[in-house]
């Protein structure tokens, strides 16, 4: 099954990947994946991100006035079908910066691409998070939300070596420092994290599960599917996906939390 289909992407739309563990990585696959079923993919973020590689995205457009992207970019999806849009470049560390979601919905709306896949918040670099007060920055048009975790962070010491905000992560779940992250934290965080993200009606939230490598993993990623299914009426998430992103993309679980995902 490609990573579209486990997602439940669907046809055309704005897709909001937030959270840890991946969303780099899932946001240039499931441009390259869409792109070759034929689709005009951009790649954006309403945060900071790395330039991408060649490899991840054929073409790099840095503007944020609208008229210009608006005159420029369906020439360069014609010729590319996928291409990574920034605001601009910092100077210092060579990150892009991002559009603002206004932006990305203006850009929707003026059906300049098929979908348009934004990694709306950072991580740097740990498996699981807890959000900001200002983030994550999702635009409104989003028709998919992606929750990624890191099912690496599963048992570990809750520090900042694993949990990026982690005295966050503490106060709005109640786990103490150092102690093992638990699935029921996890839990916890999510309908946190979830309660402060507003989408348009009809939007999916999917949670990914990611890094399932090992036996161990996975058996994490199917107890939180589990906790999740067995609460009446389940919250937050329509579909639960385990998978590994690390090289040939592996689904290992899906679960629908709600009969409208099909």
Same mark, same amino acid.
């Given at each position: ?17 937030? *959270?840890? *563990?991946?969303?780099?990585?899932? =946001?240039?696959?499931?441009a ?18 790395y ?12 503007s944020? %006035? =609208?008229?210009?992207?608006c ?9 590319y ?6 605001? *601009? ?6 990150k ?7 932006? @990305?919905d ?10 348009i ?8 670099g #740990?498996?699981?998070?807890?959000? +900001?007060?200002?983030?994550?920055v ?12 890191g ?20 106060? $709005?779940? *109640?786990?103490a ?8 934290? @996890? ?5 946190? %994290?979830? +309660?402060g ?6 939007a999916?939230?999917?949670?990914? $599960?990611?890094q399932a ?6 058996a ?5 599917a589990e906790?999740?299914?067995g ?8 579909? @639960? ?13 899906i679960?629908?939390l709600?009969? #409208?995902? @099909?």
């Amino acid at each position: 099954m490609s990573l579209s289909e486990a997602l439940a992407l669907g046809g055309s739309g704005v897709i909001s990947l937030v *959270g840890a *563990g991946g969303k780099t990585t899932l =946001l240039y696959s499931l441009a390259a994946e869409l792109a070759a079923a034929g689709q005009r993919v951009l790649t954006t973020t309403t945060t900071k991100i790395y330039p991408p590689a060649a490899h991840q995205s054929p073409h790099l457009v840095l503007s944020d %006035d =609208l008229d210009f992207l608006c005159a420029t970019l369906p020439a360069a999806l014609a010729k590319y079908r996928h291409l990574t849009v920034a605001a *601009g470049r910092e100077a210092k560390s060579g990150k892009l910066y991002g559009l603002p979601a206004k932006t @990305v919905d203006r850009l929707f709306a003026g059906r300049l691409a098929d979908t348009i896949i934004v990694e709306a918040d950072g991580a740097a670099g #740990r498996p699981l998070k807890a959000f +900001a007060p200002h983030e994550p920055v999702v635009p409104v048009s989003t028709g998919r939300l992606v929750y990624l975790l890191g099912l690496t962070a599963l048992g570990r010491p809750l520090s900042e070596e694993w949990v990026f905000r982690a005295g966050q992560y503490s106060r $709005c779940t *109640g786990l103490a420092a150092m102690a093992a992250v638990s699935e029921e934290s @996890v839990v916890a965080m999510l309908d946190h %994290d979830l +309660a402060g993200i507003v989408l348009a009606g009809g939007a999916l939230r999917i949670l990914l $599960c990611t890094q399932a490598e090992s036996e161990q993993a996975i058996a994490a990623g199917h107890r939180l599917a589990e906790l999740l299914a067995g609460r009446q009426p389940p919250r937050c998430f329509d579909r @639960v996906v385990v998978a590994t992103l690390a090289g040939s993309s592996l689904i290992r679980h899906i679960g629908n939390l709600k009969e #409208r995902v @099909v």
